[in-house]
C-alpha cells in the first residue's frame, strides 16, 4: 500500500538520481581548462621571424604600459586597417609616452594572417608586435584568453581585428580605470559599451535576424546573472594586470560567450567593472555565423549557468591563492 514516506522516499530518490544525471551529463559537456602546448606558447616578431621563442607569463611582472590583445582568424582582410588605425593611435601624442606592445593571436588561421602580422612586425620596425600562431582554431575566446594569459602589460586591452571599435576610444577606458585603480595593484576592468547606440543607424542597419537575437540574448543574460551589464559582447574591453591574473586562468569558455564568463568572474571576485560609452560601426565579413554561433552560444550559456550552480566552475579568490 502507499503511504506517505514510500512517496516522500521514491520523491527524493528521483529528484537526487535526476541532480546526479544533469551533474553527470554537464560533466560531460563542459569544456575543460585548457592548458596550452608548448608550440602555442612562443611567439615570432621582427627580430626573431623564423624559429619562435617562449611568451612571458601574466604572473611575470608588468614590462610595458599596455598590451593590446588582437585576436585574429582569418583576418589579411580586415586587419591591416585596423592596425593602421591602433599605431596611429599608439604612436600619436594622444597616447605617449605610455610603452605598448601588440600581441597577434593568430587563430590558427587558414588565409596567411601570421604571414600578414610578422609583415606588419617587420615594417613597423619601432613597434614591439608579437606573433602567435595557434595551432588548431580555437575560437575567439580561446585566442583571448591565451593572448591575456601572455602579455607584458600594467594594462591589457583585447579588440577585434575587424576595426569595428574606433582605437581612440581606449583612452576612455583608460581614464576610467585611472578613476578604479588608484593603486596600480587593484584589479579593474573598464569595457566599451554600445548600448547608447542601441536606437541609433548604427544598429538600426544591421540585419532584422541579428537584432532580434540581440534582444533574445539581453533576457537570457538578465537569467545567467549578468543583466547589471549593459553590454556584454563589445570586442573593446581594458583588464587591470591584477584583473587579468585572477581571471583568465579561470577562463573555461572558449566560443563567442566567453565574455559572459568573465563578468561573471568579475562579479564573483567583485572586481569592479565600468561601462565606457563607446564609438562602433559594423565592419562587413563577419565570421559569426547567425544561426549555429546563436545555437552554441546558448548551450554554452546553459553550460556556464549550471557549473555556475553547481559551483564547478569558480575562481579562487585572491586570498586562498599561492
Ligand atoms: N569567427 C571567428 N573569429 C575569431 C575566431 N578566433 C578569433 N576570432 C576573432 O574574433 C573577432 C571578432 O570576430 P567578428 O567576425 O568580427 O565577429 P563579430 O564582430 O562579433 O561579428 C575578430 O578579431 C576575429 O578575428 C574564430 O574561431 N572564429
Ligand atoms: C578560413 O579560411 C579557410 C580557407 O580559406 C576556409 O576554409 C574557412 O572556412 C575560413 N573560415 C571562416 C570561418 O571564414
Ligand atoms: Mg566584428
Redesign the pocket.
Known amino acids: 500500500m502507499l503511504d506517505i514516506s514510500t512517496l516522500l522516499y521514491g520523491g527524493a530518490t528521483f529528484v537526487l538520481a535526476a541532480v546526479i544525471s544533469c551533474y553527470t551529463v554537464l560533466v560531460f559537456l563542459s569544456p575543460p581548462l585548457v592548458i596550452a602546448s608548448d608550440n602555442d606558447r612562443r611567439y615570432r616578431c621582427r627580430t626573431n621571424p623564423d624559429k619562435p621563442v617562449s611568451l612571458p607569463s601574466i604572473h611575470d611582472p608588468a614590462e610595458v604600459d599596455l598590451t593590446v590583445v ?6 589579411t582582410e ?1 586587419m591591416p586597417t585596423m592596425l593602421k588605425a591602433t599605431v596611429d593611435h599608439l604612436n600619436s601624442d594622444k597616447f605617449s609616452p605610455r610603452s605598448y606592445e601588440l600581441l597577434i ?1 593568430d ?2 588561421s587558414k588565409d596567411g594572417t601570421s604571414g600578414l602580422a610578422l609583415d606588419f612586425a617587420k615594417e613597423n620596425s619601432g613597434i614591439e608586435v608579437r606573433v602567435v600562431t595557434l595551432e588548431k ?4 575566446g ?2 583571448v584568453k591565451h593572448g591575456m594569459l601572455h602579455g607584458r602589460g600594467r594594462r591589457l586591452l583585447m579588440v ?3 576595426g ?1 571599435s574606433r582605437f581612440e576610444d581606449l583612452e576612455l577606458l583608460w581614464k576610467a580605470m585611472d578613476e578604479f585603480v588608484p593603486n596600480e595593484d587593484d584589479s579593474a576592468i573598464a569595457i566599451g559599451s554600445r548600448a547608447h547606440l542601441v536606437k541609433t543607424e548604427a544598429v538600426v542597419k544591421r540585419s532584422v535576424v541579428r537584432n532580434i537575437l540581440m534582444y533574445g540574448l539581453h533576457t537570457i543574460l538578465r537569467i545567467v546573472g549578468v543583466g547589471h551589464i549593459r553590454d556584454t ?1 563589445c ?1 573593446f574591453k581594458l583588464f587591470s594586470r591584477r584583473a587579468a591574473q585572477l581571471i583568465f586562468p579561470y577562463q573555461h569558455l572558449r566560443t ?1 560567450i566567453f565574455d559572459v564568463e568573465i563578468l561573471l568572474l568579475a562579479k564573483q571576485l567583485r572586481i569592479p567593472v565600468a561601462e565606457v560609452p563607446i564609438e562602433w560601426h559594423e ?1 562587413s ?4 555565423n547567425v544561426v549555429i554561433d546563436s545555437l552554441q552560444m546558448l548551450r554554452d550559456l546553459l553550460i556556464l549557468r549550471a557549473n555556475l550552480l553547481f559551483g564547478r566552475w569558480r575562481a579562487p579568490p585572491p586570498a586562498a591563492r599561492p
Not at 582554431?137 to 575567439?140: C, S
Not at 565579413?285 to 559569426?288: A, E, I, T, W
Open positions: 588582437i585576436p585574429a582568424y582569418n583576418e580586415r593571436v587563430d590558427g582554431n580555437q575560437g575567439k580561446g585566442a577585434d581585428a575587424d569595428a559582447q570586442g563567442w565592419v565579413g563577419s565570421k559569426l
